[in-house]
């Protein structure tokens, strides 16, 4: 069962956009110890970030362990 997302707003996505992110990281931080504005700063100025409130992507609404996913993927191709 799925929902048509013309009928979705853009203040809608971007709400479930937050959720979907406070949820990563405080799973992400819970795992790595980490304090959550620290682990937010780095978020945000990731193309993760970026890519996440680009509603075309429709990446607000895959969840926090695919947003998780690529973060890390992202992260790890920078180190």
Request: net charge negative; hydrophobic share 35%; glycine share 4%.
């Amino acid at each position: 069962m799925g929902f048509d997302e013309c009928e979705v707003t853009d203040a809608q996505r971007e709400a479930c956009a937050v959720e979907v992110m406070r949820a990563m990281l405080e799973d992400w931080c819970d795992e790595h110890g980490e304090d959550f504005d620290t682990a937010l700063d780095r978020f945000a100025s990731s193309r993760t970030y970026e890519f996440l409130f680009d509603f075309t992507t429709r990446q607000w609404a895959e969840g926090p362990d695919n947003l998780r996913y690529l973060w890390e993927r992202e992260s790890n191709r920078e180190t």
